[in-house]
């Protein structure tokens, strides 16, 4: 084996910004990376990546790999699975980190496919092991019932991180990097699948993954319509409306806010979660939040095991009262 | 057309924390006791892909595939029993302690041996140990195209139209055939097997292949060739206390957490 060296992360970038995912790899990766004595390394790849390199040195990155081509501009899975396999094989690191998010759950294990290494998903925490300087990575099993510790064999010790779950350093403007062109040319061969349209399906106001309030209806709403009143309370706040799983399957609301392992994770100052009997997988998504209210009929509920406030009724009693209480005290 | 969908059993996943049980030495979980095993929902669902494929391409064949142990074929008959044509139990011990790149050989040995595939359907993960990369690995094995976390599955004019559900929406992908995709929750409810239909999987038979039917070579698989190997298992500690609020109502007891989470400037 070559000099067990080297650790990449692989950025991406919204609308020519570094997106907060590689802000947190940044941060992990920067103390990794001094853990082994490690340049920390972050490649770019897509289109207009001037400011998104500059941004990933303030936070922390030693250097920029930056692969631009106008074919890479929205993710294509084969596309961008053959240029990061070229630079990455070119850069022989030993770890190789990425974000738990649409690019990284698809090119990940195709990576570690075409590299010869092994990928731990979603992971919650990772730590370099003092004696053997070895990845461990801790990732929620089993829906987050329980975590598993890994440790790969091969390389390179690939992770993807879970958003939010690791925090990413203050960016410091004056930090220095180098940021250095790759070539991302790609074969055409190699690209086996098309993407013919990319539909856009955001709730309008305020984003669910940055909203500080978030309203959550789960199945126990019963319907569409009781998330009428999810939606009054959420304007009240000033917050979002997200939802369980059985609450998206069931069609009452789009799925693109459902909360957890498989949807979105937030970690706002307030959750409130109506009819949601806090199953892990749903957690998951919920558990970095500061404050949790739970308001379920079934006072079993493992809902009230992970919330901090909680009352035992009927949504259809609760609601009303507490969003005229909360209407009145924010007046004053 | 001939689709294969591979399936695996996991405990049910929808016990109460309670209930989940580990044991931190063997680093294994153990079975919560007298709730049965299931196949795992996201392969349920690709199988109701299968099913709704067949129904608009009469004269597909669908074959279900699971590697496993024991009782682990038993899902196979589930497979069965809402429509799918064949099963195969790809069982042999040398496959035990497998990674999900043991996973994908043995698989995409079965599929060779099968031959003529025109299209893979794998969940998107299994949900017990969340790995999510068996159907990638599996693909890159076979060499073919490879469409993940599909809400939509259609086949229009010899290729597959792929609705791809992201974060913030979905976009659409084509691929020629044959290609794996892995299904999400998003595709829809599976189908529940009708009474026919269970006595139609009794009847089948479900073949068994081992190592040797395929031609594996045993180097590849077991928990020696794993490229991951944990270190460590254990359930998290959950220290939250929950503050409850009783009134005579529930709308006063709501009314009464309002007040607190003002004076606690929650909100
Ligand atoms: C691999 C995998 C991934 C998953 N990923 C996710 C995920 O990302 N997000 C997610 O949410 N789920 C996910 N799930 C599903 C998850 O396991 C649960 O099935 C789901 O979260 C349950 O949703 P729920 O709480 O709305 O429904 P239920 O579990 O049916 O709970 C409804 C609750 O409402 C209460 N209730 C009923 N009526 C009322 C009323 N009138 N007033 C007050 N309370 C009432 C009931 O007491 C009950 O507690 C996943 C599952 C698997 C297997």
Redesign the interface.
């Known amino acids: 084996m070559a000099e067990d060296k080297g650790l990449l992360t692989i950025g991406e970038v919204a609308n020519g910004k570094l997106a907060p995912i590689a802000a947190e790899l940044l941060g992990i990766g920067r103390k990794l990376a001094d853990a082994r004595g490690d340049k920390l390394d972050m490649l770019l790849l897509g289109a207009n990546l001037a400011e998104a390199a500059k941004q990933a040195i303030a936070y922390g990155a030693d250097r920029v790999y930056v692969a631009e081509n106008p074919a890479l501009a929205e993710y294509n899975p084969d596309s961008y699975a053959a240029a990061a396999t070229k630079v990455a094989k070119q850069l022989s690191p030993s770890i190789l980190l990425m974000g738990q998010t649409d690019m990284g759950r698809d090119l990940a294990p195709r990576l570690a496919a075409k590299l010869g290494g092994a990928v731990s998903m979603d992971c919650t925490e990772l730590a370099i092991e003092p004696d053997t300087k070895l990845l461990l990575a801790t990732r929620p099993v089993f829906g987050g019932n329980a975590n598993g510790v890994m440790r790969v064999k091969a390389r390179p010790q690939m992770a993807t991180i879970r958003a939010k779950s690791m925090a990413a350093l203050e960016p410091n403007a004056s930090r220095q990097g180098e940021v250095i062109k790759v070539d991302a040319g790609v074969d055409a061969s190699a690209v086996k699948v098309k993407v013919t349209k990319k539909v856009k399906q955001e709730a309008l106001g305020i984003k669910l993954e940055d909203a500080e309030f978030v309203v959550t209806g789960g199945r126990g709403m019963g319907g569409a319509e009781a998330f009428k009143s999810l939606e009054e309370l959420a304007r009240v706040l000033g917050g979002a409306v997200g939802a369980t799983r059985a609450a998206c399957d069931d069609g009452w609301v789009a799925s693109t806010i459902q909360v957890g392992q498989t949807g979105k994770i937030v970690s706002p100052k307030l959750y409130i979660a109506v009819g949601v009997s806090g199953a892990m997988q749903h957690i998951a998504g919920c558990s970095g939040s500061k404050n949790i209210v739970a308001i379920n009929k079934d006072p079993e509920a493992n809902i009230f095991k992970v919330a901090h406030f909680g009352v035992v009724g009927d949504y259809k009693e609760a609601l009303p009262a507490f969003i005229q209480k909360c209407k009145e005290l924010l007046a004053t | 057309m001939n689709i294969v969908v591979c399936a695996k059993q996991v405990?049910n996943?929808?016990i109460?924390?309670g209930k989940?049980k580990?044991d931190a030495q063997a680093?294994k979980?153990i079975p919560p006791e007298g709730i049965a095993p299931v196949i795992s929902p996201f392969d349920e669902q690709a199988i109701e892909v299968a099913l709704r494929i067949k129904e608009k391409n009469p004269g597909s064949k669908i074959t279900a595939l699971t590697v496993g142990a024991g009782s682990a074929g038993d899902i196979l008959k589930h497979a069965l029993s809402m429509g799918a044509d064949e099963g195969i139990f790809l069982s042999d011990p040398a496959f035990e302690g497998s990674?999900?790149?043991g996973t994908a050989y043995i698989l995409s040995k079965a599929i060779q041996k099968l031959g003529n595939v025109d299209l893979i359907l794998c969940g998107?993960?299994a949900?017990?140990?969340?790995?999510?990369?068996v159907g990638?690995?599996l693909a890159?094995?076979l060499g073919i195209?490879?469409?993940?976390?599909a809400?939509k599955v259609e086949v229009l004019n010899g290729k597959l139209s792929v609705e791809r559900?992201?974060?913030?929406?979905?976009?659409?992908?084509?691929?020629?055939m044959p290609?794996l995709v892995t299904v999400?929750?998003?595709v829809?409810?599976p189908r529940l097997p009708t009474g026919m239909g269970i006595i139609m999987a009794a009847r089948k038979k479900v073949a068994v292949w081992k190592a040797q039917d395929m031609g594996i070579d045993v180097a590849k698989v077991g928990k020696n060739a794993?490229?991951?190997?944990?270190?460590?298992?254990?359930?998290?500690v959950?220290e939250?206390?929950?503050?409850?609020?009783?009134a005579d109502?529930?709308?006063?007891?709501?009314?009464k957490?309002?007040?607190?989470?003002?004076e606690?400037k929650?909100?």
Do not use: H
Not at chain 2, 226 to 236: D, F, G, H, N
Not at chain 2, 240 to 246: D, I
Not at chain 2, 249 to 254: I, S
């Open positions: 405990p996943p929808e109460p924390m989940f580990i680093l979980v990674d999900a790149f998107r993960q949900a017990d140990w969340d790995v999510g990369q990638t690995l890159e094995d195209p490879l469409i993940t976390i809400r559900a992201l974060i913030d929406g979905y976009e659409v992908l084509e691929a020629p290609s999400s929750n998003e829809g409810l794993a490229r991951s190997e944990m270190v460590k298992l254990y359930i998290p959950r939250a206390k929950c503050e409850m609020f009783q109502t529930v709308a006063e007891a709501t009314v957490m309002a007040v607190r989470l003002r606690a929650v909100i």
